[in-house]
């Protein structure tokens, strides 16, 4: 599976941004997904996660009540919407796709496949 993240951007601090990430094949449908971010100097941290059907969710607690995570099987796109966006959500944002022998669905190492990130900027 191959997987490109798109709609980041500049935003001021409480405004919205949507993310998308594209799958490339068939079997996006299979896999659960998440949303990791990094901001600079720090390491990769876990945001969002959505299982295959989109029936199980989970969030950090720094983004609940802010970020809805979705997914669109039928095309092959996972989505994030940002809303009373913080200059603390400020990173690169990654799409990951969850490989099946996972222990800990937090944890980055137990993905199989990354998008190659979108800038996140909110302004104070």
């Known amino acids: 599976v191959q997987l490109q993240a798109s709609g980041g951007g500049l935003v001021q601090a409480g405004g919205s941004l949507r993310l998308s990430c594209a799958c490339s094949?068939?079997?996006?449908?299979?896999?659960?997904m998440s949303w990791f971010r990094q901001a600079p100097g720090k390491g990769r941290e876990f945001v969002s996660f959505i299982d295959y059907s989109g029936g199980g969710i989970e969030y950090t607690d720094s983004v609940k009540g802010r970020f809805t995570i979705s997914r669109d099987n039928a095309k092959n796109t996972l989505y994030l919407q940002m809303n009373s966006l913080k200059p603390e959500d400020t990173a690169v944002y990654y799409c990951?796709?969850?490989?099946?022998?996972?222990?800990?669905?937090?944890?980055?190492?137990?993905?199989?496949?990354w998008g190659q990130g979108t800038l996140v900027t909110v302004s104070s």
């Open positions: 094949g068939r079997t996006f449908g299979t896999y659960a």
């Open positions: 990951a796709a969850l490989g099946p022998f996972y222990v800990d669905y937090k944890s980055p190492d137990f993905y199989e496949a």
